[in-house]
């Protein structure tokens, strides 16, 4: 048998579509029922599905009224509050484009990202970093959106231009990834498939909201079925969502798998509303799953998936992963292991997992670049099928960095610390300090070791939080082939905790 799954038939969109329109498509029948409680340690902000609807189409007119015209696209430069998926949905409402972006970024990596999306506006919050350029910038007032009358949500292709996010994509460069309106179609199967999420849910959702995880999972999803999403205030600490989870009644929590290990690390109060745990974003380690069903006495369900696509492979409480896997493909896709050849292997051998590319999921292009050509679109991750068609995952094909569920190209960590004195060549890899545990290190040639300070320094100027190195060592020479290739997947062995 081949390691090929067809769940098809696809999810079919009607003729005239808008992705914000789906999601707040039962919004004013709900009413006063929360739709976003953001969770403040002084007291609780609760936002009604019908105040958000409100907002999300005051937004519409606003941005309208800005002079921006259909497929402008919209960068943003905003924290982790009310703020961000109201101008998400904003957006996108008024048929425009945003572009969401992690506020931690530094002006120099948003300067690049903007000039392969050339916005036409910024929407910022006070001190977060911008782009250079002559882009014009406004804030968010969302006391005036709600004012405004509403613009309806305009509906248009299901296969145009709906948002773009960044991904490193599998080239290792940053890349801007093009979503239709109809991307948000496939996440119904996702709703029983993986969440196991209905109207009566509160999700909490620790993650920023610029990550496709937090937006999908967190907030489009729970919004599209009427339930309620939870987001931690900004600065909230790991520690801290145990007692935030007893105290907002959540039901289905969901993370990345490093924030599941914080969490650990402090008491659990008794939590008689949880159901389950979601995880994605990288593999979560087996260990850490047996320690959170100890302490909560619930489980933990995973996914598989990328920006390109989201995800498409998982678990759920109704059909849960068998052990070491990663789950079974969702509803509503076609998935292939593929050989270097383009042919899928034999079930149990290693393979290039693929997705159609007739899949209604799947990115539009990486923008400069044409749309996925042929059958298949290629992932770059590795996986076996087993008999029953339970995916068990590999690893990346190429050298991306995985650290806290963000991929971070290694060449751009790298870049960073080029002309520092006494560095003459350096390179980015993952280490494992402990089981389950995974930083980026970077390892360096030079006479000697360096300024562990400096180092530090040059990279919280240079690199947004998650892509700076958690540990620096210096090696007198850096593994290479006969023809000089960098072999960053040696370096691994030569990993020691203390530095010379």
């Not at 006494?422 to 930083?439: D, F, Q, S």
Request: charged share 15%; glycine share 10%; proline share 10%.
């Amino acid at each position: 048998m081949l390691s090929v799954t067809d769940t098809r038939p696809h999810p079919s969109a009607p003729a005239a579509f808008n992705l914000a329109g789906h999601v707040l498509g039962r919004a004013a029948a709900l009413g006063e029922k929360a739709a976003l409680v953001l969770l403040h340690p002084e007291g609780d902000e609760t936002i009604t599905h019908a105040r958000l609807r409100a907002l999300v189409l005051g937004c519409a007119t606003h941005l309208l009224a800005q002079g921006l015209a259909p497929g402008d696209r919209v960068l943003m430069r905003l924290g982790n509050g009310p703020a961000f998926p109201i101008l998400y949905l904003g957006a996108i409402a008024a048929d425009l484009v945003p572009v969401p972006t992690s506020a931690a970024l530094t002006a120099a990596e948003v300067t690049r990202l903007a000039a392969l999306v050339a916005p036409r506006l910024i929407l910022a919050d006070p001190g977060i970093p911008l782009p250079e350029g002559e882009t014009p910038v406004i804030s968010p007032d969302l006391a005036l959106w709600e004012s405004l009358p509403p613009h309806d949500p305009t509906p248009g292709d299901p296969g145009r231009e709906a948002y773009v996010i960044f991904t490193s994509g599998t080239s290792g460069r940053p890349s801007a990834v093009s979503h239709a309106h109809r991307a948000i179609l496939p996440r119904k199967a996702m709703h029983a498939a993986w969440e196991g999420l209905g109207e009566g849910d509160r999700l909490l959702h620790a993650g920023a909201m610029n990550w496709t995880y937090t937006l999908g999972t967190g907030l489009l999803d729970p919004w599209t079925v009427g339930a309620t999403a939870l987001i931690p205030a900004p600065g909230t600490p790991a520690t801290a969502l145990p007692g935030l989870l007893a105290r907002a009644r959540a039901t289905i929590f969901a993370a990345a798998p490093g924030v599941f290990r914080q969490m650990l690390r402090a008491p659990f109060p008794a939590l008689p509303h949880l159901r389950h745990a979601l995880s994605a974003g990288e593999a979560l380690p087996e260990a850490t799953r047996a320690a959170w069903a100890t302490a909560t006495g619930t489980q933990v369900h995973e996914a598989l998936g990328m920006t390109e696509i989201s995800t498409y492979i998982s678990g759920s409480p109704a059909h849960p992963a068998p052990s070491g896997t990663a789950g079974y493909v969702q509803p509503g896709r076609h998935v292939a292991l593929l050989d270097d050849d383009g042919q899928p292997v034999p079930r149990g051998q290693p393979g290039e997992l693929s997705v159609a590319t007739t899949d209604p999921g799947l990115m539009r292009r990486y923008l400069g670049e044409d749309p996925p050509q042929g059958l298949w679109f290629r992932t770059g991750d590795m996986a076996l099928m087993a008999a029953d068609g339970a995916i068990t995952h590999l690893g990346r094909r190429d050298d991306l960095l995985n650290a806290g569920g963000f991929r971070v190209s290694p060449a751009e960590v790298e870049a960073a610390f080029e002309g520092i004195p006494g560095l003459h060549a350096a390179a980015a890899t993952e280490v494992e300090p402990e089981p389950g545990t995974r930083i980026i290190a970077l390892f360096y040639e030079g006479p000697c070791a360096l300024d562990e300070a400096s180092l530090r320094q040059r990279a919280e100027v240079a690199l947004a939080r998650w892509k700076q190195p958690r540990h620096y060592q210096h090696i007198d020479t850096l593994p290479r082939t006969a023809n000089g290739k960098l072999v960053r997947r040696a370096l691994a062995a030569q990993y020691h905790r203390s530095n010379p």
